[in-house]
Structure formats: C-alpha cells, structure tokens
C-alpha cells in the first residue's frame, strides 16, 4: 500500500529539527539529533520498500535542503527512483531427499524448516546428489579439511553451523564469523551447486525476518534463477535428514558440542528442491544532492560522498533500529556535507549519496552504478558503513589503493594532519575470508574504476540485531570520522589532477 507523501510528511514533522550553532566544524548535537530520528521505533527499521524507508527517505531530504546541499537538475526532488522486485517462496515449496527404493522419502518444507539466501524469481524443480560436508572448512594451516577426499561438483551441500574447538578454543566471535565467510566461498571454489548451511540457535531467532520476501533489481534476467541455490536450515530439518543416516543426530549435537570432526559422507540417493516463487513490485530510491564547486571547468567532477540509509526492518514486533548499521553514516554523512556548504574555494564538486536497499545485495548503489549519468565524472569515492562503536580512536580502512596508492597516501595524510585516526588495514588482505571491500556501496564504484576507501568500525556485538541502539553509539568517533570525510573530500576535490590509477599485472 502506497502511502502518500503529505501524510508520511505529517508523520515527520515532530522529528524535523533545527541545526546549532554550537562551536567547532562538526557538531555533536547534530549528530545526536539526527540520530535519535533515524534510530527511532517511530522509523521502523528502515527496510527497504517499507513505509520507514519513505519516512527515512523525506527525513533526510529535509536535512539536505535545510543544510544547503542542493539537488542535481536530473534529480530535482534530491529522488533516484529504484525499482525492485519482490519474490516470496511459497510455503509449499519443499526439499525431498530420496533414499532408495522401497525407502520413505523425508520432505522439509520451505518456510517452517528451510528458507533460501538465494533469489529464486520463478518457479524451478531441481535434482541433486547430496553430500554432508561436516563444518566446510579447508584451513591447510591448522591441519583442518572437511574436504578431503571428496568431490562435491555437481551436488548439494550440506554444511554444519558453528567452527570446530580446535581452530577456536576461546570461542572469539570474530574468528567465527571469519570461518562462516569462508564457507560458502571454499564449497563454491570446489564446485558445489548447491549449499545447505544447518541453523543453530541464532539462526532460529532470525527465522521469520530471513523468510522476508527477497528483493532484487528487475532486468532482462528476472525471472533467471541463481545458477548455485544458498539455503539455511533448521536444526529440525536437519533431524529429520539424519534419521538413519551414518552420522545421527543425537551423534551430531554430541560431536559439536565436544568440538569434534564431523565426518563427510553420501546422503540418500537424490534431493529434489521444489520451488514455487511470487513476484510483485516495489521501489526504493538513492538520495542525491551535491555541494558545487567553485572552479568552472573542474565543478563538472564530483569527488562523492556515501552511506546506505537502510536498514533490516521488524521481525516478530521488535524494530531493529540499525543505530550503527548504517545510522552512524548517515549522521555523519549529512554533517560532512552541511560542513562543506560553507568552506570555501573547494574546485570540485561534492556529490552527496545516501544509498538505497544495500541491505538487500547493494541494490541502490548498483543501480546508480549502471545508471547514474556522470559516473565519468567521479574522481573518487569515500563510503561509510558502521562507524559508530568499537574504539573511540582507531577505524578499519578498506580498499585505499586497491585501485590508485596514490589514494592511500592522501587518506593516510590528511588522517595525519586532522583526526589522527590508527587505521586498521586487515580487511586489506588478498586472502580476507570475509571478502569486505566488496560488501558494501562503495564496490559498485570500484566496479567502474573509480578510487575508493570505506571507513567501518568491524561491530559484531549487535550486527543486525535489535539491541543496535543509539545507547551504545560513541558520538565523539562519529564526529571523528565525519571530520576526516570533510576534510578528505577537500583535498580531493582541489587535485590539480585526478588519481592515476596503479598499473596492475594480467
């Protein structure tokens, strides 16, 4: 249901608010401010092609103008409209494993005890040889492999949740979601085509939000199907599976909880996965303004500015508010750019790019990607996804010389002379299991060619959970980095000349 502008504008009005004129380049008070709106029950998560998305969507348009950032003339209500795509799995779609003749099949259904991480847009019935891989894991390293001696191309995964004792005896939830990351990518670089993840506790308590219909761009290909299926499941489906197996359940829960091998082995003889899909439309929109240069031929350039708006939505009556994720870049975003109205003799110019549906596979900014008009036009990008918690005085930096070094060193020195940030390069690493430069806005940028650097804060305390709330936010580090935005889209924007991309080997 379509609600219409003047009343969502209505239902804003108490949260419209004034900026201060308190003291210093970035304001506190007006993070905060903002941040108490955007993170509030009343915006309900902020989910994309939801009522609090349109709420979110006016709330910062308002910011905009009263800030004096202006609207671009193809966009002149600040509106990238984004269309997408809605498709729900019927929960009459199951997965059927056959165990021989003269057998009784056992069916998991969608919905109640399977739901699928892939986008299936249509209707499609597929047939698999079904392998249970224990925890898909391959770490040469620690002496682990849940692959050897196993060929999986061609057949369905099934992968236990969790990590082993042995490559995490203190239980660090950093190092599990860096063995979970690696999963899907080690059984996709071996050729599975098909991946089964069982769920554990927290899986469950997810359950209703991961059976949300999925939301994709509509193209050419939309009514395509992924060519690999990604599926969760729960531990109840997982039984039933197990039933008669070599590994039982029973075993299997004892196995895990004494951190043991789970070994491999053949399940059934097939599995079928039959699917029904129903599409309907929705729409989201990227927010676009910009801040003109003053220098008459190089305010054609933009050096851009970004965060994602959205957020995770309601699950079962609890509003994820997305404090940090990506509440804190939003806020810091908007007073980067109210900041930037008023410096002076900045050449180029500062677009402005709040993103739409990130959460969704980074839909708006892929779209502005392929459809923006001058993205020939943007010199670099500088992207902020979560900057709000973890240590007051350091910030992981993704991505600065992936395209131009020449990039790093600015960053690394304007860092230097202002807010003195220690930058974590980890998520640097050739060889990062959790592959972060290319899961947020800024990788559509890159797609193009185009220099980028992401600022995160790397929270997993409260990473998409309804306790990501603005008690927990360091308002002083979000200041700290909206300062280094400002500043860094300043240095950028008056280059004599635009990054030279590094020449990189075939």
């Known amino acids: 249901m379509k609600i219409r502008s003047n009343l969502i504008l209505l239902l804003i009005l108490p949260f419209l608010i004034l900026h201060t004129q308190e003291k210093g380049l970035i304001s506190i008070t007006n993070l905060r401010a903002n941040l108490e709106v955007l993170a509030s029950d009343e915006f309900e998560g902020r989910e994309a092609a939801t009522r609090g998305d349109r709420l979110s969507q006016l709330f910062i348009i308002s910011e905009l103008k009263k800030s004096g950032v202006k609207p ?64 898909g894991l391959e770490v040469p390293e620690q002496g682990w492999n849940d692959y050897e001696g196993l060929d999986v191309r061609g057949k369905l995964v099934i992968i236990a949740s969790g990590v082993p004792k042995a ?159 990506d509440g804190s870049g939003i806020v810091a975003v908007l007073e980067a750019a109210r900041a930037l109205v008023s410096a002076k003799n900045i050449k180029r110019s500062v677009l402005v790019v709040l993103h739409g549906a990130e959460e969704k596979g980074l839909l708006g900014a892929s779209y502005l990607s392929d459809n923006f008009g001058r993205m020939d036009k943007i010199i670099a990008q500088i992207n902020i996804d979560m900057v709000g918690r973890e ?73 998409h959970k309804p306790t990501d709330d603005i008690e927990k936010i360091n308002f002083e580090k979000i200041r700290k980095v909206s300062e280094l935005m400002y500043h860094l889209s300043i240095r950028l924007a008056n280059l004599d000349k635009r990054l030279t991309p590094d020449e990189r080997p075939d």
């Open 391 to 463: 240590h007051q005085d350091s910030i992981y930096s993704v991505g600065s010389d992936k395209i131009s070094s020449e990039l790093k060193a600015i960053v690394e020195e304007v860092n230097k002379k202002t807010v003195k940030f220690a930058f974590n390069y980890k998520f640097d690493e050739p060889d990062d299991p959790n592959r972060i430069y290319e899961r947020s806005d800024h990788y559509h940028y890159a797609r193009k060619g185009i220099p980028v650097v992401f600022f995160y804060d790397y929270m997993l305390e409260d990473y």
């Open 72 to 135: 671009l003339p193809e966009y002149p209500d600040y509106r990238m409209p984004v269309e997408l795509t809605l498709t729900k799995i019927s929960d009459k779609s199951t997965f059927t494993l056959d165990m021989g003749v003269g057998e009784v099949k056992k069916v998991v259904r969608f919905g109640e005890e399977i739901v699928s991480w892939s986008k299936y847009r249509s209707d499609t019935v597929l047939n698999y040889s079904v392998i249970f891989a224990g925890y």
């Open 167 to 325: 490559l995490n005896p203190e239980n660090d939830p950093a190092v599990e979601e860096e063995y979970s990351g690696a999963k899907l990518f080690t059984a996709y670089g071996k050729g599975a085509a098909g991946i089964i993840f069982t769920g554990d506790k927290s899986i469950e308590e997810e359950w209703s939000s991961l059976s949300k219909p999925a939301i994709s761009l509509p193209s050419k290909a939309s009514t395509r199907n992924p060519g690999r299926g990604v599926f969760l499941m729960k531990e109840e489906g997982l039984k039933k599976l197990l039933s008669g197996s070599p590994l039982s359940y029973a075993e299997y829960i004892q196995k895990k909880e004494a951190g043991e091998k789970l070994s491999a082995f053949v399940l059934g003889v097939s599995g079928t996965l039959d699917i029904m899909a129903k599409q309907e439309a929705g729409y989201t929109t990227n927010i676009i303004g910009y801040v003109e240069g003053s220098d008459p031929v190089l305010k054609e350039e933009f050096v851009a500015l970004g965060a994602h708006y959205d957020h995770v939505g309601i699950d079962r009556g609890q509003v994820y508010n997305g404090a940090d994720d």
